[in-house]
């Protein structure tokens, strides 16, 4: 069954040449809706994953979101822990959209475990990218490498911070934080003529086309199933998969992107509150097992106290923060859909694939 799905496609991009495309980590969430977005747009994409075997998997998202790619979709086997494959992927591509990322759902075992492979990641593909005179890699880096590590503030995070990593920061900001500032150092130093663009989303909603979903979906998720009994004191960005995918392609061929960071978010930040309101106001019986309540901060410090995946939450805990896609608005002339409308199409997503399970 086809899941819920527009295709808002900018005249700008139907308009646009005809490129062969490197999309790391195709299978994933933000990466499956760039697939869309660039065959939509009449370019071919290679797609890049761990194992054929994901194939399948992914053309059936794309089939579940309206999409035939035909022979314009294909796939490469390459690894971000390792060397192999990524000449192959590069070759005689134009441009390179690197989505792919570690993002557990819970703890690593070691910090490294997560640093490591997102940042020797990136490096492989831009000395790859470089090495096949690929024009321009699109990089998608996080709201967590901006606005971590600082005291809450009712200032909007831009463009021009880092997340300080002096303090008690999770690992996961971390790794997103290094990995970039390892990119830009690489392009400066030993990137050539390779240019390069970066995405920094917060929280990434919408339409859900797979079960290879990201951690803010599963938020979403535990609140229909009743698995969050109350919503911690935390604010978050959201912005719709569709505006990130549609802000990638934008980066992509636009000659002002070129050595400059995007930060991708609808609107104000919201609590996790909101969000269950959001969802009980849209969803009527559907969101009947939805918190009503906030929990205590006493009380998420207790839950940290066994539980290692609520520690990584508490440096942040009470903290209000908020951001500005002005930049990307203004210079990219990308316009997101109402963060209401994100969360809500994520839901009914959901809702959808567990019916037709």
Known sequence: MRIGFDRRIDQVIETAPMYTVVVTGGSGFIASHCIVQLLQAGHRVRASVRSLEREGAVRAMLRRAGV????RLSFVVADLEHDAGWAQAMADCD???HVASPFP??????????IV?????ALRVLRAARDARVQRVVLTSSFAAIGYG????TEPFDETVWSDLSGEVAAYPKSKTLAERAAWDFIEREGGALELAVVNPVAVFGPVLGPDYS??????QRM??????GCPQLHFGAVDVRDVADLHLR???DPAANGERFLAVAGDFMSVLQMAQTLRNHLGAAAAKVPKRQVPNWMVRLAALRDPAVRQVIPDLGKRKNASSAKAQRVLDWVPRPREDALVATAQSLIALKQNA
């Open 68 to 71: 035939d790619p035909g022979e």
């Open 95 to 97: 441009y390179v959209l």
């Open 105 to 114: 759902p819970g703890l690593p075992r070691h910090e490294d475990d997560l």
């Open 117 to 121: 492979p997102a940042r020797d990641g």
């Open 150 to 153: 600082h005291p809450g503030r």
């Open 215 to 220: 951690t803010s979906i599963g938020l979403i």
């Open 224 to 229: 229909l199933d009743g698995g969050l009994p």
């Open 251 to 253: 980066a992509m061929t």
